[in-house]
């Protein structure tokens, strides 16, 4: 009976290892690649091949300092690298390289998640199942490709402030254009340069002890992670219903049955012998190499949406749409800069998504025709009425087909709008209370939904070109309301 | 006329190379009949004849033959480190330090046999069998470098490459009766040495004398980029030319010579004689204290064991070497492989550093051994605010007969008793020889500051001229 | 005298150092780590409070190589010595697929 009032919270953290976008591997020379014919990218040291050392990649570390400074951190005045030692195919060295007791970055914040810490290491090769082997009868074989191992990671995990699959995602999203914006990884989820584990445990809604966590892994996507998430925290709050136990585990997650199961247990049971890395010395990040950082730092995107809220009255929703895609957020602001003072922020906002529907939603606008300067145009002859919205709409498909400039298009397509006194529009309304006496008759008894199909009929008569508001105005006006 | 050439020291045959008084190539093929002939097991691999390239007179090493310890990668040449393990593994590049003595003009004679990833002190712990001691055939040359001392010794080839780790160039170098130089850590690359334990190994010279030393030093040193922890020599290495240590102020460590820290009486003996010279010469020669130095040993089989069980671990039966199936399976594929290419010791070390390190016994071990590694060097550190030089026997004892450590671990490391601690510290030393008990070869050590071998190699060369040290009856085939 | 290793202690270290190891082989090792980690044990009992480790003797920090590829080495030799090369790829046993 005690049970089952009790209300449950999930606590999530997760762990984010992100690929970085240096043109050499983390400790050599071989350059970074994706989708290239296996082990072409490899050399003796990348191969783990007896009596090589590794040498510190000099971008690696500024894109680490980089992402500590953008996440808040503190950067560690001295840092070192440690050896976790395990045994695996794709780990050629048979330990993996990292930071251990000292990372390069400390406690930071990003939205309202806090950071716990973010290290540098080395990402492991890629191991390709292939089936039966010839040699060894039923015995499963695979085959190691080295290009991918040595890529330059950085771990980024943070504390357990988040509290729902969505809150999750939501927060993924934006370090994800964080860490895209500062330009130091790709991080695209498909190709495995963003990557996300998350750490799932539930409580009693008011507890302030943590439950016993599990560990999920594999979620490359977006999706995956709320679905993973979702899934586990159900699992979880079952469980406890239920009046059992949540074992500590690691899950993988299955994107295909959507299922969540545990990794085996003697693949759990690691201790994985971490000591002071002896063929590196430590590192010591500089006032010079934080200047070099920071100078690099552009606008963050959380950053931009709060002054494009604050400064331009832009709705929450709309700032953030331009602030995390930091390409339509420089075309809006490069838009706003060449149409002068008197453009208005928030009707050039909001052309922004027609923009993106027009050219395709990934496309990048300033690879289109339209330019800023003619989208402001565009903005600014709907903003005098010289062009009605919908009339708008098919000027900027023109555009975007043609790259001409809105006004030339409106002038050789007749699109400009009608309006004003001496511009017909009022012998089009009256024709159009005439032709539906039914409708006109419903709008004067005060239903005003029946002003639709008037306000139609306006629009088939003058192609779109009416603005909607006037032609209202003046139904209105002819019925005496 | 082929004992005259025999004779010859590197430097006195490269000086007469240039001078264009001696063929490089009767050089060559001396060393190389003689090497090919070797009957002590030194040689891992010896090279067909004089390169096709020829020998460039010009260079400053003028084509004098080299010998390398296995361990040293060479591109396409048989690199096994002592194990079965790296059966018929040939590196596709080369040990930064061979490539720096190639470009001196330096030629690859033959690679030296070891122990097995130059781990042991008698060469007994080699792969492909133990090398024997020139001096008496019955008796181990010492190890980890082995071979190369064992070569250098006989007159295989006129000077060698080894590795030090905790005594690995200077106790073989005493048990041969030759010149053995372990430089300051970080002064060669270690880049292309296949790692025992990387904060302690580096790479140096086994020389018939203290001349020799210095030139083929001069020749490895230097930072490399592709060694993160080396560094820069401060100064030109010069050619050493003291013949009086006047001022010179030598320190005895009381420690490492108690009566139990097990130096045979023999070695005492002539260690004390040689401090006679040294005082004749000018030195003054007084105890010193180096209060954590007893408990290097301990440190240091915590230390090595502890890296070298992460640097093996890459063999593993994947990318080279080796691959035992087991039972078809990965893990079983793991450690049957590493089970049939690791030898004994090689095996009770990996298991050391393995525990070491393992949870909850890092701190009891592992990171009090590091704390030890800091005393030790503030020892140092203390003493050469005294002292120029740190002197000892290079090991406890002279050349033992075959396997009569072999079968007690513990008896065979404490020959690097007055070894590691210099190791530890990262610190030069060398081990000169200072004269005979009973029929073989005892071994002086000195041990200066960091980048001290200038002054080290000068105090040797004064020491060495005062010895007198003949070293001929090896050459000639030791004695029956 | 520390007590003897158990044997599951040494059986636990040769899984993680990736050794198999016979059981003459596991007694022998038992016997002889306890007699090295007895020799040891002397070391533990030194007043160490307030020490620094070491892990490195030299004093150099931030030995950094400058983003500019390298010639990586050609395919062939990167498995030339490759025990079982195949499809341009080293060749092992599936992880957690095990033989029968
Ligand atoms: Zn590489």
């Known amino acids: 009976m005690s049970g089952a009032a009790v209300e449950y919270e999930p606590v999530i953290g997760l762990e984010i290892h992100v690929q970085l976008r240096t043109r050499t591997k983390m400790f050599c020379g071989c350059e970074l690649s994706f989708g290239d014919e296996p082990n072409v990218h490899t050399c003796p040291r990348c191969l783990g091949l007896p009596g090589t050392l590794p040498v510190v990649n000099a971008q690696a570390v500024h894109y680490g300092i980089m992402i500590g400074l953008a996440l808040g951190c503190e950067i560690a005045p001295r840092s070192q690298f440690h050896r976790k030692n395990y045994f695996y195919p794709d780990l050629p060295k048979g330990y993996q390289i990292s930071q251990y007791d000292v990372p390069i970055c400390g406690p930071g914040k990003l939205g ?18 292939v089936g039966e082997s010839g040699r060894i009868h039923g015995a499963d074989r695979s085959v190691v490709d080295f290009n991918r191992g040595g890529t330059p990671l950085a771990e980024i995990v943070t504390e357990p402030d988040l509290h729902s699959a969505d809150e999750a995602r939501e927060w993924l999203n934006l370090l994800r254009t964080t860490l895209r914006a500062i330009g130091v990884s790709d991080v695209n989820m498909e ?21 016993t966590k599990t ?53 759990q049971a690691h201790d994985y012998r971490y000591f002071p890395e002896p063929d590196l010395v430590p590192l010591v990040v500089t006032e010079a190499m934080l200047e070099r950082a920071r100078a690099e730092l552009p606008e963050l995107p959380a950053d931009r949406a709060a002054r494009l809220e604050r400064d331009l009255g832009l709705s929450g929703e709309r700032a953030r749409e331009l602030a995390f895609r930091p390409e339509l957020g420089d075309f809006y602001e490069a838009a706003l800069a060449a149409g002068g003072p008197q453009l208005d922020a928030v009707a050039l906002a909001n052309w922004i998504p027609p923009l993106v529907e027009r050219i395709g939603s990934d496309a990048d606008p300033a690879g289109s025709r339209v330019s800023p300067s003619a989208l402001a145009a565009l903005v600014a002859l709907v903003s005098s009425r010289a062009v009605s919205q919908t009339a708008a709409r098919d000027v900027l498909t023109l555009m975007v087909q043609s790259g001409d400039q809105p006004a030339t298009i409106v002038e050789r397509e007749g699109l400009g709008a009608i309006g004003g006194d001496d511009s017909g529009l009022a012998q089009v309304v009256a024709a159009a209370i005439a032709a539906d006496p039914d409708a006109a008759e419903k709008v004067r008894d005060g239903n005003m939904k029946a002003v639709g199909p008037l306000v139609g009929y306006v629009m088939r008569e003058t192609k779109g070109r009416a603005d909607g508001g006037e032609i209202t105005r003046l139904i209105r006006e002819q019925l005496g309301l | 006329m082929s004992d005259a050439l025999l004779n010859l020291t590197a430097a006195a045959a490269a000086a007469a190379i240039r001078a264009g008084e001696l063929d490089p190539a009767e050089l060559f093929e001396l060393y190389r009949e003689r090497a090919a002939a070797d009957s002590l097991n030194a040689f891992s691999w010896l090279c067909d004849g004089a390169p096709d390239a020829g020998f460039d007179r010009s260079t400053p090493l003028a084509g004098v033959p080299l ?14 480190s002592g194990s079965r393990i790296l059966e018929g593994y040939r590196p596709p590049y080369t040990a930064t330090v061979v490539e720096r003595l190639y470009a001196a003009g330096a030629t690859l004679l033959g690679k030296t046999h070891q122990d097995e990833f130059a781990m042991g002190s008698s060469n007994e712990n080699c792969a492909f069998g133990p090398v024997l001691n020139p001096w008496d055939r019955t008796r181990v040359p010492g190890g980890s470098s082995g071979g190369s001392a064992a070569a250098v010794a006989a007159g295989l080839v ?13 106790q073989p170098a005493s048990f041969c009766g030759i010149v053995g130089l372990k430089p300051t850590y970080g002064s060669c690359s270690r880049y292309g040495m296949i790692a025992f334990a990387s904060s302690l190994d580096q790479a140096g010279p086994l020389t018939r004398d203290v001349s020799d030393s210095a030139l083929l030093f001069s020749h490895m040193v230097g930072q490399d980029a592709n060694d993160s922890t080396s560094l820069a020599f401060p100064e030109p290495v010069r050619m050493p030319a003291r013949r009086e240590l006047s001022g010179v102020r030598l320190g005895v460590p009381e420690e490492l010579l108690s009566a139990d820290s097990g130096i045979d009486q023999g070695v005492r003996e002539s260690f004390e004689q040689t401090l006679s010279l040294a005082r004749g010469l000018g030195a003054v020669v007084s105890p010193c204290r180096l209060p954590h130095a007893p408990h290097a040993l301990s440190a240091y089989y915590i230390v090595a064991p502890a890296e070298a069980s992460a640097n093996l671990a890459r063999f593993d039966g ?37 525990y070491a390190l393992s949870s909850g016994y890092y701190d009891a071990y592992y990171g009090t051994a590091l704390r030890v590694r800091t005393r030790i060097a503030q020892d140092f550190q203390r003493a050469f605010e005294q002292f120029d030089f740190i002197v000892t026997p290079t090991a406890p004892g002279t050349a033992f007969e075959l396997g009569a450590k072999s079968s007690d671990p513990l008896a065979m490391y404490l020959n690097d008793f007055c070894t590691v601690p210099m190791s530890l510290a990262g610190i030069p030393a060398i081990s000169i020889p200072a004269g005979l008990s009973e029929g073989l070869p005892v071994g002086f050590q000195l041990a200066g500051p960091a980048f001290s071998e200038n002054r080290l190699l000068d105090a040797a060369f004064a020491l060495e001229q005062a010895i007198g040290f003949d070293g001929s009856p090896a050459r000639a085939g030791g004695r029956a | 005298m520390v007590a003897m290793l158990e044997r599951e202690t040494v059986d636990h270290v040769a899984r993680l150092a990736r050794l198999a190891l016979s ?61 079982d090369p195949v499809d341009g790829g080293f060749g092992v046993p599936s992880p957690g697929a095990s033989a029968q």
């Open chain 2, 158 to 170: 006129p000077w060698a490459l080894g590795t030090d780790t905790g005594g690995s160039i200077r």
């Open chain 1, 112 to 129: 309202e998640v806090r950071i716990h810490r973010v290290h540098l290491e080395e990402d492991a090769a890629k191991l390709v199942h």
């Open chain 1, 191 to 211: 190709e495995g340069s963003l990557r996300c584990d998350a750490n799932v445990s539930v409580r009693p809604l008011g507890s302030d002890q943590l439950g």
């Open chain 1, 215 to 267: 560990e999920l892994k594999n979620m490359n996507s977006f999706r995956f992670l709320a679905q993973g998430v979702k899934a586990e925290i159900e699992r979880q709050t079952a469980l406890l219903r239920a009046g059992e136990q949540v074992q500590q585990e690691t899950l993988h997650f299955d994107p295909a049955s959507g299922r969540l199961t545990p990794l085996r247990s003697k693949e």
């Open chain 3, 23 to 83: 059981d003459a082989e596991t007694d022998v090792m038992a016997v002889e780590l306890s007699k090295i980690l007895d020799h040891i044990e002397a070391i533990r009992t030194l007043d160490l409070d307030g020490v620094e480790p070491t892990s490195h003797v030299i004093d150099v920090v931030n030995a950094l190589r400058a983003d500019v590829p390298h010639h990586s080495l050609p395919r062939e030799l990167a498995l030339a010595s490759a025990p």
């Open chain 2, 67 to 80: 010998g390398v310890k296995d361990l040293f990668c060479t591109a396409g040449i048989p690199t096994q």
């Open chain 2, 318 to 354: 994947v990318r080279y070497g080796l691959r035992v199936p087991g039972n078809g399976d990965l893990e079983s594929m793991y450690s049957a492989t590493r089970a049939a290419g690791f030898g004994p010791e090689v095996k009770r070390r990996i298991m050391l550093g393995t």
